[in-house]
């Protein structure tokens, strides 16, 4: 490698062999690069997901709404994005952007397509009514928090996950930049839950069901390796204390597993159809 500083040129031309980790799946244009149907399940809902933090969202609301006695009965398949299964045509077709989490609600007449973890919470808890209040003030706290969300886990994980975690060198000013944020962030979250037990106010919504697997799992020292004592999330005992109070939830519990293909293979859970895919499991 030069050690001579890098300058951009004048028009960016992209190189696979850029990216690290992900290079093989990363690249600069969209659409499908293989034909690949998506399978279909018995349920309504069908989730095409992985357990990442985006992907845990989904499935956390399912599990609450099934535990809450809602018939949300849903099948979520693995979308192995390390082999490129978000670029299938089948995938594309349902999420032109190939990233999960996706969902198809064929409860109408005809399937419809949801993308995007926001869009398919919101449609979710206004279809079945719960986590998420009708009207007033209370609904707009939830969108705010949850919207706030959407856009600052990018810093998250594209930015400090990457620097700190998957990049294939270490760069001391993205990480410095990267952590300054995140830690900003936590505590954003960590003043908000002074005030109030959920982060929206009194009730547990689907605002705390987007925010508890990006900044949740970060301060269970669940989130790339050694970043939980590198950004000292102890000093967050607020962030704690509702983190530790969420994963403690049974929906909570078994949503976090679903479309887990990694890590113990008691907290695996690659396909769910039923309730019975969560025998033996730790939930």
């Not at 535990?67 to 398949?77: I, L, T």
């Not at 900044?215 to 607020?238: H, P, T």
Request: charged share 20%; net charge negative; aromatic share 14%.
């Amino acid at each position: 490698m030069s050690n001579l500083p890098y300058v951009p040129p004048k028009v960016w031309i992209w190189d696979a062999a850029n990216g690290g980790e992900f290079a093989n799946i990363n690249r600069p244009i969209a659409g499908a690069t293989h034909e690949k149907e998506l399978p279909r399940g018995a349920h309504k809902f069908q989730l095409y997901s992985l357990a990442t933090p985006n992907g845990q969202k989904v499935s956390i609301l399912f599990e609450e709404l099934l535990e809450a006695g809602f018939a949300a009965e849903y099948d979520a398949w693995l979308i192995n994005i390390g082999k490129g299964d978000q670029f299938g045509s089948g995938f594309v077709a349902v999420n032109p952007n190939s990233k999960i989490p996706a969902l198809l609600d064929l409860t109408g007449e005809a399937p419809l397509r949801l993308f995007e973890s926001g869009s398919i919470l919101v449609h979710l808890a206004e279809k079945f009514g719960a986590f998420l209040p009708a009207k007033g003030p209370e609904r707009t706290e939830v969108l705010n928090w949850l919207f706030w969300q959407m856009g600052s886990a990018p810093f998250v994980g594209g930015g400090f996950g990457h620097f700190f975690a998957y990049a294939p060198e270490k760069f001391e000013y993205p990480i410095n930049r990267y952590a300054m944020e995140t830690k900003r962030q936590l505590d954003v979250l960590d003043r908000r839950l002074a005030e109030v037990e959920y982060v929206a106010g009194a009730a547990y919504s689907i605002a705390d069901m987007a925010i508890w697997p990006w900044y949740g799992s970060m301060v269970l020292g669940r989130s790339y390796a050694n970043s939980a004592e590198f950004l000292d999330v102890g000093i967050y005992k607020n962030l704690k204390r509702w983190a530790d109070a969420i994963d403690a939830r049974p929906g909570v519990k078994r949503g976090r597993l679903v479309n887990r293909n990694w890590g113990d293979a008691a907290e695996q859970v690659p396909e769910r159809h039923s309730a019975a895919d969560f025998a033996g499991k730790a939930v």
